[in-house]
T-cell receptor, first 117, second 113 residues
Framework: AQKITQTQPGMFVQEKEAVTLDCTYDTSDPSYGLFWYKQPSSGEMIFLIYQGSYDQQNATEGRYSLNFQKARKSANLVISASQLGDSAMYFCAMRESTNSGYSTLTFGKGTMLLVSP | DSGVTQTPKHLITATGQRVTLRCSPRSGDLSVYWYQQSLDQGLQFLIQYYNGEERAKGNILERFSAQQFPDLHSELNLSSLELGDSALYFC????????????FGPGTRLLVL
C-alpha cells in the first residue's frame, strides 16, 4: 500500500482563487509529521508547511494552510488567493520515526498545479 | 535560497563511470539526507547521515555510497553508472536527527549516456 497518496495528477485554478491539493497517508507510527513541498520548473524543492501528528491546530504559513484531519488520515494543502508564481509541482511527504531514533521521509507522486490569469 | 548547496549543478557522463556529488548543509545542521528523483520512481530517500555517522538507509543501490565529513559536508558516490541512474539527486539537511524540517538543496541533475 502506498504511504502517501496524491490522487490529483493535475489541477487548474484561476488567479486569486483558492485551491485545495489532496493528500492522504498511511502509517502506524503515532508520532509522524506531514510536509508539503513545492517544486517549480527550475527543479528546486521548496519547503512550504509542516504539521506534526500531535499538533492540535492546523498549520498555516502565509497563504498556505494545511487541513489536517487525523481520523481520516488526510493532510490537504490549501492555497488561498492563487498567484501565477504558484504554478508548480506540489509534493506531500510524511516523516516517520523508528525505534533507532532516525526518520525517513516518504513522498507522494505529486500534483501539478497550473494557475491561469 | 535554502542555505543548502550542491555541486555540480549538472553532470553528464557515460555508462560504467563513477561520479561524486557534493553537498554542504545549512550552517548548524547536523543531518544530511540524499534523495533521488526520477520520472519512473518519483522522489526516493537514499540515505541519512547525522554528525558523521550513517543513521538510515532507504532505497540505495549497492553501487552507491555516501559519507559525511567532519566539517559536515557530504558526498554521494555513484559507480558503475547505468542509464537508469539518470535523475535529479537532492541533498537535504536538518538540524536534528528526526528531521522535523528538511531543507533541500538545488539538486544535481545527472545524465548518463
Amino acid at each position: 500500500a502506498q504511504k502517501i497518496t496524491q490522487t490529483q495528477p493535475g489541477m487548474f485554478v484561476q488567479e486569486k482563487e483558492a485551491v485545495t491539493l489532496d493528500c492522504t497517508y498511511d502509517t502506524s507510527d503515532p508520532s509522524y509529521g506531514l510536509f508539503w513541498y513545492k517544486q517549480p520548473s527550475s527543479g528546486e524543492m521548496i519547503f512550504l508547511i509542516y504539521q506534526g501528528s500531535y499538533d492540535q491546530q492546523n498549520a498555516t504559513e502565509g497563504r498556505y494552510s494545511l487541513n489536517f484531519q487525523k481520523a481520516r488520515k488526510s493532510a490537504n494543502l490549501v492555497i488561498s488567493a492563487s498567484q501565477l508564481g504558484d504554478s508548480a509541482m506540489y509534493f506531500c511527504a510524511m516523516r516517520e520515526s523508528t525505534n533507532s531514533g532516525y526518520s525517513t521521509l516518504t513522498f507522494g507522486k505529486g500534483t501539478m498545479l497550473l494557475v491561469s490569469p | 535560497d535554502s542555505g543548502v548547496t550542491q555541486t555540480p549543478k549538472h553532470l553528464i557522463t557515460a555508462t560504467g563511470q563513477r561520479v561524486t556529488l557534493r553537498c554542504s548543509p545549512r550552517s548548524g545542521d547536523l543531518s544530511v539526507y540524499w534523495y533521488q528523483q526520477s520520472l519512473d520512481q518519483g522522489l526516493q530517500f537514499l540515505i541519512q547521515y547525522y554528525n558523521g555517522e550513517e543513521r538510515a538507509k532507504g532505497n540505495i543501490l549497492e553501487r552507491f555510497s555516501a559519507q559525511q565529513f567532519p566539517d559536515l559536508h557530504s558526498e554521494l558516490n555513484l559507480s558503475s553508472l547505468e542509464l537508469g541512474d539518470s535523475a535529479l539527486y537532492f541533498c537535504a539537511s536538518s538540524v536534528d536527527l528526526t528531521g522535523t524540517t528538511q531543507y533541500f538543496g538545488p539538486g544535481t541533475r545527472l545524465l548518463v549516456l
